[in-house]
T-cell receptor
Framework: DGGITQSPKYLFRKEGQNVTLSCEQN?????MYWYRQDPGQGLRLIYY???????QKGDIAEGYSVSREKKESFPLTVTSAQKNPTAFYLC????????FGDGTRLSIL | SQQGEEDPQALSIQEGENATMNCSYK?????LQWYRQNSGRGLVHLIL?????REKHSGRLRVTLDTSKKSSSLLITASRAADTASYFC??????????FGEGTQLTVNP
């Protein structure tokens, strides 16, 4: 079945550690997005990519990095510079309507 | 910043009742979309209404758009316990991105 796969479902980060969240899609979509969702709140855009080898900062890019080397993959790295990384991270593809993965919940150890 | 603002923030109703959620936005849009999110899951697209449309239906969903008031409403008729979820509006202002609101948490009690 076509869709978006995010892994892992749960992730724990130690102080000073970088962690990478995986997002893979087999929908042949050009555009991909990363959002952060805090409890009881809406989605805030971290980074997005409209095409392979190109990406743009969203509203809250500080402390995060991405790459887009393949159309199918858009991994997000949460760096140690992100001081409050605990959140639910959602990946989406297609400009609209957007198709979402089931998220990765990141917590601090 | 989030353009869409949903109200109410939370809504609790009985099964069989209708649920109405509202979304307001600040700048002109190309279209407005509604998404649903079950707890701990990703968002699922429900319906899209273009700026030149006033009303759209899909099954038990009815969406209206009033561009003069910069607002939209989502009506779910004959609600079911399975409709319990968060509902988000998202606006397309052109460009490559959507802007999501804060969401309405709907609880349908059996």
């Amino acid at each position: 079945d076509g869709g978006i796969t995010q892994s892992p479902k749960y992730l724990f980060r130690k102080e000073g550690q970088n962690v990478t969240l995986s997002c893979e899609q087999n929908l042949n979509h050009d555009a991909m997005y990363w959002y952060r969702q805090d409890p009881g709140q809406g989605l805030r855009l971290i980074y997005y990519s409209q095409i392979v080898n190109d990406f743009q900062k969203g509203d809250i890019a500080e402390g995060y990095s991405v790459s887009r080397e393949k159309k199918e993959s858009f991994p997000l790295t949460v760096t140690s510079a992100q001081k409050n990384p605990t959140a639910f991270y959602l990946c989406a593809s297609n400009r609209q309507p957007q198709h979402f993965g089931d998220g990765t919940r990141l917590s601090i150890l | 910043s989030q353009q869409g603002e949903e109200d109410p923030q939370a809504l609790s109703i009985q099964e069989g009742e209708n649920a109405t959620m509202n979304c307001s936005y600040k700048t002109s849009i190309n279209n407005l979309q509604w998404y649903r999110q079950n707890s701990g899951r990703g968002l699922v697209h429900l319906i899209l209404i273009r700026s030149n449309e006033r009303e759209k239906h899909s099954g038990r969903l009815r969406v209206t758009l009033d561009t003069s008031k910069k607002s939209s409403s989502l009506l779910i008729t004959a609600s079911r316990a399975a409709d319990t979820a968060s509902y988000f509006c998202a606006t397309d202002r052109g460009g490559s991105r959507l802007t999501f609101g804060e969401g309405t948490q709907l609880t349908v009690n059996p």
